[in-house]
């Protein structure tokens, strides 16, 4: 099975998942339908396949990783919910679509951010209650620390604190780090942990997170300066014309696409040791070639 047909198959066990945990309500209809309006608007969900390829090359079981992934994936897109909005990136497409704050309205597009991000939650505790396994507490733990001060939320507050001023490498990359690569380490993670992978085996994917995370980042900041509104679903050129502070805006373009090249391949030899590697490997040749 090649990653293409991996990933069609695995995005239908997930968005099947996903709307048995959120499903259509006829008692609140318009939280709801703001909250799967952006849930189900073509994301690729590339950080809930990620927890299951991990767990797939460790010999884990789906079943009990599935709803972590998936609330993983609810709070991601809460975050894309919040970060189109005036206040923060103030974009009106995403994925091809109207932004959530414009089909919705700023307030229900708030709301709905919230909710997703308090559905997440949720479902996290009501298994950990129902069955307090320690690998259960400790996945909860690795999503809730990687979305919050210490992961997301904090890179995203030093994104808007530099924007329209001047940053260093260091800080650059603990932004970056904080508010793509937190998840998608979270993402691999939550596969090692749940596969109650040794302690060396989850270093190594977590190492091997961190890189593609990284490298996750400068494929986005190369997309949004070379690539199309079109292509991309979302506006081009963003980054420029809001002054954020970017892979490309301090490295410039080449250099940028080399880094990113040289994080993958680093990866990639991470995770060399592990049997059954080839999807993973796969996957972070794809996060720097796509295009979108």
């Known amino acids: 099975m090649n990653l293409l047909d991996y990933f069609n198959i695995k995005r239908k066990i997930i968005d099947d998942y996903l709307n048995k945990l959120l499903p259509n309500s006829i008692s609140e209809p318009v939280i709801y339908d703001a909250m799967r309006y952006s849930l189900f608007c073509g994301g690729k969900r590339i950080r809930p396949i990620l927890s299951l390829?991990?767990?797939?090359?460790l010999g884990g079981d789906d079943e009990e990783l599935l709803p972590f992934a998936c609330c993983l994936e609810m709070i991601h897109t809460y975050s894309l919910i919040h970060d189109d909005l005036p206040g923060m990136d103030n974009d009106d497409f995403r994925r091809g679509n109207p932004s959530n704050h414009k089909v919705y309205g700023e307030g229900y597009a708030i709301l709905a951010g919230d909710a997703l991000l308090n559905k997440a939650f949720e479902i996290m505790i009501t298994i950990i209650a129902n069955n307090p396994e320690p690998k259960f507490i400790e996945a909860a733990k690795e999503i809730c620390t990687a979305s919050g001060l210490k992961g997301m939320i904090g890179g995203q507050a030093i994104d808007l604190y530099y924007e329209n001023k001047n940053i260093n490498a260091t800080t650059l990359d603990r932004m970056h780090e904080q508010k793509t690569g937190a998840l998608i380490c979270a993402s691999l993670n939550i596969g090692s942990i749940i596969a109650n992978a040794s302690r060396n085996d989850f270093q190594l994917i977590n190492d091997f997170g961190k890189l593609i995370g990284k490298a996750f980042?400068?494929?986005?900041?190369?997309?949004?300066?070379?690539?199309?509104?079109?292509?991309?679903?979302?506006?081009?050129?963003?980054?420029?014309?809001?002054?954020?502070?970017?892979?490309?805006?301090?490295?410039?373009?080449e250099e940028s696409k080399e880094l990113a090249k040289t994080l993958v391949k680093e990866a990639k030899t991470l995770i060399s040791p592990f049997s059954n590697n080839e999807k993973l490997m796969e996957l972070a040749d794809y996060i720097i070639n796509r295009e979108k």
């Open 53 to 57: 390829l991990v767990c797939d090359m």
């Open 217 to 253: 980042q400068i494929t986005d900041d190369i997309l949004d300066t070379t690539s199309t509104t079109e292509r991309l679903g979302k506006p081009a050129g963003s980054d420029e014309a809001k002054h954020k502070s970017t892979y490309i805006s301090f490295y410039g373009l």
